[in-house]
């Protein structure tokens, strides 16, 4: 059965802070790996991660694939409050979704 | 710009009741998905439709029916909703299905559904 673990579920940090999230994976003919951000309502696309090694970025976040280890990161710099979300990880093969990490940037 | 649509925003059933949940998409995408968020439990694959007339089970489709009306419509039904279905639900759609090129998902804004 396709699995995909994230890590922490929650987390409590500082405005200007530097988080790691985590998303582990095991799934049959794995093609890719993305990344949401939920805030209150839907979630919304970041990152889709194919290739093993390649950062993807997009201002303050990036993300990898280790496709040899079977995880990725989601990295966020400089925190902000607008940071503040559910931030989940999705493989494809029906795209199995994670429990998500509830991140909570405090001023 | 609609993007997926979902209706009801809010719908509080009886047990045993049935409902529909109606979902369209403008964005002339081939797959359709249903997901269900239970609070700590992520997002959980219901049913999806790769394409107009084809339906399949995810993860937890008991209790659940499916209808891909058209290209553009997918509805969810409840024939008789029970308390452990209280959820928000999300519809999505996708140009394709997973392994393919374009197939990140869109959301519908979601659907909060409580059964007493």
């Known amino acids: 059965e396709d699995k995909v673990v994230q890590s922490p579920l929650s987390l409590v940090v500082h405005e200007g802070d530097t988080v790691t999230l985590n998303c582990s994976y095991e799934?049959?003919?794995?093609?890719?790996l993305l990344w949401y951000k939920q805030e209150k309502k839907a979630p919304t696309f970041l990152f889709m991660l194919?290739?093993?090694?390649i950062e993807k970025k997009s201002g303050r976040l990036s993300s990898i694939l280790d496709k040899k280890e079977l995880f990725s990161i989601l990295n966020i710099t400089a925190t902000q409050t607008g940071d503040s979300a559910i931030y989940l990880c999705a493989s494809h093969k029906k795209l199995v979704f994670g429990k998500g990490t509830k991140l909570t940037v405090n001023p | 710009n609609a993007g997926v649509t979902q209706t009801p925003k809010f719908q509080v059933l009886k047990t045993g009741q049935s409902m529909t949940l109606q979902c369209a998409q403008d964005?002339?995408?081939?797959?359709m998905y249903w997901y269900r968020q239970d609070p700590g439990m992520g997002l959980r694959l219901i049913y999806y439709s790769a394409s107009e007339g084809t339906t399949d089970k995810g993860e937890v489709p008991n209790g659940y029916n499916v209808s891909r009306l058209n290209k553009r419509e997918f509805s969810l039904r409840l024939e008789s909703a029970a308390p452990s279905q209280t959820s928000v639900y999300f519809c999505?759609?996708?140009?394709?299905?997973?392994?393919?090129?374009?197939?990140?998902?869109?959301f519908g804004a979601g659907s909060r559904l409580t059964v007493l």
């Open positions: 999505a759609s996708s140009e394709a299905l997973p392994g393919s090129g374009a197939n990140v998902l869109t």
């Open positions: 799934v049959t003919n794995f093609r890719s």
């Open positions: 194919t290739s093993s090694g």
């Open positions: 964005m002339n995408h081939n797959s």
